[in-house]
């Protein structure tokens, strides 16, 4: 069974830095895109990065300059690494990525991992 299984959550003090990971395991597959979202209590679900297949990337505005999205395609893992910590990133943070499985393409989501920044 495909899964997304996520690490490296936490609680980090204002200006502090996690790194999140998330692998996909479970079956036969390829990866195209994969991505970072996060949601708040009372909020929607938002896109924080995304990743294409060949490195390319793109970033909420509100994140660019200090969060970091990267992959290990030899290992079906992303990472988003970020610094500078506001308490407005707290948040539950969840992986996605596009698998391609027996030539379909599927969307598959983290469990979530909680981001606490506080003091």
């Known amino acids: 069974q495909v899964q997304l299984v996520e690490s490296g959550g936490g609680l980090v003090q204002p200006g502090g830095s996690l790194r999140l990971s998330c692998a996909a395991s479970g079956g036969v597959f390829s990866i195209n895109d994969m991505a970072w979202y996060r949601q708040a209590p009372g909020k929607q679900r938002e896109l924080v990065a995304r990743?294409?297949?060949?490195?390319?990337?793109n970033y909420a505005d509100i994140v660019k300059g200090r969060f970091t999205i990267s992959r290990d395609n030899a290992k079906n893992t992303e990472y988003l690494q970020m610094t500078s910590l506001k308490a407005e990133d707290t948040a539950v943070y969840y992986c996605?990525?596009?698998?391609?499985?027996?030539?379909?393409?599927?969307?598959?989501w983290g469990q979530g991992t909680q981001v606490t920044v506080s003091s």
């Open positions: 996605y990525a596009d698998l391609i499985i027996r030539s379909r393409q599927y969307g598959y």
């Open positions: 990743i294409t297949s060949g490195g390319s990337t």
